[in-house]
Nanobody, 126 residues
Framework: QVQLVESGGGLVEPGGSLRLSCVAS????????MAWFRQAPGKEREFVAA???????SYADSVRGRFTITRENAPNTVFLQMNRLKPDDAAVYYC????????????????????WGQGTQVTISN
C-alpha cells in the first residue's frame, strides 16, 4: 500500500504563490502517473495537473500557465508550484498516484488513481 502525504498548503493573498509537495512512501516503477486534484466546498473533485514518464505534463485549462507540476525521484515526490493564485483556486488539494502510466483520456479521471493523500487546504484571501 502506497501512502501519499501532502504539505505546503496555507493562506495566501490573491496573486501570490504556493508550492505543494506530495511524498510517496514507495517508489513506483518505470510506469506511473502522479497528479493533483482539488475540491472546493460544494463542488466535485476536479483535475488540476498530472505527470507521467516520457510525456508532457497535463494541466486543467483553468490553471495552465500558472501552475507547474514536477517530480523528483529521491524521495519520490511530486510538486505543484502555484503562481498568480486566484480566489477560485481555493480548495483542498489532493495528491493522487497510479502505478500505471495512464492514457491521456484517463489522467483527469479520479477513479483511475488507486492512491490518494489526505489533502492540504489552500485558502486565498486578502
Amino acid at each position: 500500500q502506497v501512502q501519499l502525504v501532502e504539505s505546503g498548503g496555507g493562506l495566501v493573498e490573491p496573486g501570490g504563490s504556493l508550492r505543494l509537495s506530495c511524498v510517496a512512501s514507495a517508489r513506483f516503477g518505470s510506469s506511473y502517473t502522479m497528479a493533483w486534484f482539488r475540491q472546493a466546498p460544494g463542488k466535485e473533485r476536479e483535475f488540476v495537473a498530472a505527470i507521467r514518464p516520457f510525456a508532457t505534463p497535463s494541466y486543467a485549462d483553468s490553471v495552465r500557465g500558472r501552475f507547474t507540476i514536477t517530480r523528483e525521484n529521491a524521495p519520490n515526490t511530486v510538486f505543484l508550484q502555484m503562481n498568480r493564485l486566484k480566489p477560485d483556486d481555493a480548495a483542498v488539494y489532493y495528491c493522487a498516484a497510479s502505478s500505471s502510466r495512464l492514457i491521456s483520456s484517463s489522467i483527469g479521471t479520479h477513479s483511475a488513481y488507486a492512491y490518494w493523500g489526505q489533502g492540504t487546504q489552500v485558502t486565498i484571501s486578502n
